[in-house]
């Protein structure tokens, strides 16, 4: 298996613009986690979907951020309108129930 | 609400030397598991803890897990400048209808020659 895969690697965009970052989980992982990296606020778990039902979204920061999972393979995490603040390191993670979880590498989000 | 605390959060260390970071978790778990972070990496699974008194070694690295006294240490032996990196415990709550993992705030060890 490729490991979980994100998109895009790199984002930068301006302030107000719509970003949306792509996420393909490892195949037969019942699990998807969406974190956020920052300096200030380490890693923070934003919203995690079993079998593409969303679980817990109370990490999600603002109502500009949504997530959706519409199908096993595939999740998005959507910033709408994007801000300065929200510039961070953004990754997705997969894990079967009580099992080891893989991170994807990541999508570094710069808002200007 | 499960807490999940490590110290030190920085730690620098000569090399040849051994060190210990400890993780302190709030509730009962039986399921830790330790990461590794490189700078602008992403976090790398080093070990797997599923029982109380587990003992996972790999190279200079060695972690535990006392599940009754909430505790996981992560041991150093000897430590190279390749250690260097960010640490995370991460301990998994199991909650019937859920599992997830919560991360502690991360060891950032730094070895020096």
């Known amino acids: 298996d490729a490991g979980v895969i994100q998109s895009p690697r790199h984002e930068v965009t301006e302030m107000g613009q719509e970003v949306t970052l792509r996420c393909k989980p490892i195949?037969?992982?019942?699990?998807l986690f969406w974190y956020r990296q920052t300096m200030m606020r380490g890693l923070e778990l934003l919203i995690y979907f079993n079998n593409n039902v969303p679980i817990d979204d109370s990490g999600m920061p603002e109502d500009r951020f949504s997530a959706k999972m519409p199908n096993a393979s595939f999740s998005t995490l959507k910033i709408q309108p994007s801000e300065p603040r929200d510039s961070a390191v953004y990754f997705c993670a997969s894990r079967p129930l009580g099992g080891e979880q893989y991170f994807g590498p990541g999508t570094r989000l710069t808002v200007t | 609400e499960l807490k999940v605390e490590q110290n030190p959060l920085f730690l620098s260390m000569q090399e040849g030397k051994n060190y210990t970071i400890y993780c302190n978790y709030s509730t009962t778990s039986d399921r830790l598991y330790w990461y590794r972070q490189d700078p602008g990496k992403s976090l790398e699974s080093l070990f797997v803890?599923?029982?109380?008194?587990a003992v996972k070694q790999e190279g200079r690295l060695m972690a535990s897990l006392d599940t009754k006294a909430r505790l996981s240490t992560l041991h150093i032996t000897a430590a190279v400048h390749d250690l260097s990196a960010t640490y995370f415990c991460a301990v998994d709550s199991y909650t019937g209808t859920a599992s997830k993992l919560t991360f502690g705030t991360g060891t950032r060890l730094q070895v020096t020659l």
């Open positions: 803890l599923l029982s109380n008194g």
């Open positions: 195949s037969g992982h019942d699990y």
